[in-house]
């Protein structure tokens, strides 16, 4: 993770995953949100805008809405189980507005539906 970041500026993750149509954090999750505290710890000059996004099953009010809760969610966690300051951490929802694949097949949406955290 450290290495994408520092190359491309950004972590791409498909690893957070929620309940369906929903905020609400899987718990295999855990394992990559344990990975990006630990990085949040090792460098404490490290800022982070967390980025939600989703796939275009629904909406495009409630994607938005629902990739803003999300990217929330992962950075309420990430400040209350590792201890990382909140002006450390931006969160932000995209919704289905910047696709990484095409959304006409269930790879493709699944390839959509991630977290991005963006350096700041």
Do not use: C
């Not at 500026?9 to 149509?21: C, D, E, K, M, P």
């Not at 344990?34 to 796939?55: F, M, Y």
């Amino acid at each position: 993770m450290r290495e994408q970041l520092e190359e491309t500026g950004r972590i791409v993750t498909h690893g957070i995953l929620f309940a369906s149509n929903s905020d609400v954090i899987k718990a295999e999750s855990f394992k990559t949100l344990k990975n990006i505290g630990r990085l949040l710890q090792d460098d404490p000059n490290l800022r982070l805008s967390i980025e939600g996004h989703t796939d275009s099953d629904g909406s495009d009010d409630h994607n938005l809405t629902l990739s803003k809760n999300r990217a929330t969610s992962v950075r309420t966690y990430l400040s209350s189980k590792y201890g990382i300051s909140a002006d450390r951490l931006e969160s932000k929802g995209w919704g289905e507005t910047k696709p990484l694949d095409t959304n006409d097949s269930t790879e493709g949406k699944a390839n959509n539906r991630r977290v991005e955290l963006v350096k700041l």
